[in-house]
């Protein structure tokens, strides 16, 4: 199934009773490339007084992996109104983490539940979102006299081929939509036929 994630990271800057909250989002695939933005930004604004965040990774209607943190914010002020906002507006393989300088003045714990909701929905209002197609690595297995034709009917779905290996075959390594899988098995017919069982299988950015 596909779903919406961000194209490019975004940044989106909100100013409340003198507290500067500064909202970046980045597209991931992992929580260890989200965690690799959370660290970069304590390093990018050490003086800042929270760094708070949340991520979702996969399909966010059928979650695979969340998680948030408030970051010494008061409990559930800061990463769950984060990450309330993605999953309202159904955005996977997405961090948004809002860095926070205090300006003296407490917020209290609605006030900075508002706060850090409304950081996260600038970032929202900031994104070009695209579709994001969960894909797989295929082996498909040729004569030399059928090459072209494998490699037509992989394209016309969207199947992209890398590097070729001949020998006494012609092997083709393509990546395509997990949902054309079972298509691309029946055209190839005659033609040739998948060799490789244990797929690579990989998501990617529908441009």
């Not at 029946?186 to 060799?195: A, D, F, S, T, W």
Request: with cysteine; aromatic share 8%.
């Amino acid at each position: 199934m596909s779903y919406q994630t961000l194209k490019r990271p975004v940044r989106a800057d909100l100013e409340i009773k003198k507290s500067q909250f500064i909202a970046f989002a980045y597209p991931v695939t992992s929580r260890d490339e989200a965690m690799f933005h959370v660290e970069q930004l304590r390093l990018e604004f050490p003086d800042a007084r929270h760094h708070c965040w949340a991520y979702i990774i996969g399909d966010p209607n059928n979650t695979t992996s969340a998680g948030f943190d408030d970051d010494g914010e008061p409990n559930g002020t800061a990463g769950r109104p984060i990450l309330n906002v993605l999953q309202h507006k159904a955005i996977g393989n997405v961090v948004i983490i809002v860095v926070r300088y205090f300006g003296g003045i407490k917020l209290g714990a609605g006030g900075l539940t508002r706060a850090y909701a409304a950081s996260a929905q600038l970032a929202v209002d900031e994104m070009q979102l695209v579709e994001f197609v969960p894909k797989s690595t295929l082996m498909i297995e040729t004569d030399f006299a059928n090459e072209a034709q494998c490699r037509y009917i992989a394209a016309q779905l969207g199947g992209v081929i890398s590097e070729v290996n001949y020998s006494q075959t012609v092997q083709l390594p393509v990546t395509v939509a997990n949902e054309n899988i079972a298509t691309l098995k029946e055209n190839l017919g005659i033609y040739g036929k998948v060799i490789d069982n244990n797929s690579k299988q990989s998501i990617e950015n529908e441009n």
